[in-house]
């Protein structure tokens, strides 16, 4: 009997040590970066954190693709009076993206004149929504259908593809490409170095980590 709670003992303490081994393990481990489509974004509520309430939706993402940053957001009027508004949201401006609302300091965080409007109408004609992407080797990758945004700094990660049936491991998902964290944009189609090819995932999942591993060998291999 003796013998038998002493195993049992031996068990629990055995346990105890994976236990806290597994909470150290994950209390060590980085976390994982929230990674968002821009479609997600669009809708969302403008939240003030000083008034506590819902200031504007927004309306759509603004993107400089050769930044390959978010600029910030145009707006739209909350209920009724529903529409589009001439004040934006810069980046600058923006506390927090969330999944369900993007948050600001206060209502002079948007803004009606200044440099984003002009820099929006110059994006305008530069959606990359729809461009082909090409890889510098030649071959063609598919064609963008959205961008994939890290929400605690607005840096685009990389665009979701409708994808090459041939690179698809599972048939009819999406293909996530990572990008360089800056790329030249010119006519119709967006040329990715071919090395950027194994880094393609199928689902959101570990994408962050598949960048930033694309974007470390760019960089050791520039050096």
């Known amino acids: 009997m003796s013998e038998d709670r002493s195993r049992a003992e031996d068990r629990s303490r055995a346990k105890d040590r994976g236990g806290q081994g597994r909470s150290e393990a994950q209390a ?12 997600e974004l669009a809708g969302l509520p403008v939240v003030s954190i000083a008034e506590g309430e819902a200031l504007a939706d927004v309306k759509d993402v603004l993107y400089n693709p050769d930044k390959g940053h978010l600029l910030g957001f145009t707006l739209n009027k909350r209920g009724f009076l529903r529409g ?14 969330g999944r369900d609302a993007v948050m600001v300091a206060d209502a002079g ?34 064609k963008v259908t959205d961008i994939v945004v890290a929400a605690d700094s607005g840096e685009v990660f990389g ?27 010119s006519g119709t189609a967006l040329m990715v170095p071919a ?9 959101l999942s570990g994408f962050g980590a598949a960048v930033e591993e694309f974007r470390a060998q760019l960089s050791g291999s520039s050096t």
């Open 109 to 142: 965080a948007c803004e009606e004149e200044g440099g984003l409007a002009a820099e929006a109408h110059s994006s305008a004609g530069r959606n990359v929504v729809g461009n082909d992407v090409l890889t510098d080797a030649g071959q063609r990758l598919g």
């Open 28 to 39: 060590g481990a980085p976390e994982a970066r929230l990674l968002l489509r821009a479609t």
């Open 195 to 203: 090395t950027a090819e194994p880094f393609i995932r199928d689902d």
């Open 159 to 185: 665009y979701e593809l409708e994808g090459d049936p041939k690179l698809q491991a599972h048939t009819g998902r999406p293909l996530f490409l990572p990008i360089p964290a800056t790329l030249a944009v």
């Open 84 to 97: 589009p508004m001439k004040a934006v949201l810069p980046m600058s401006g923006v506390v927090a993206i």
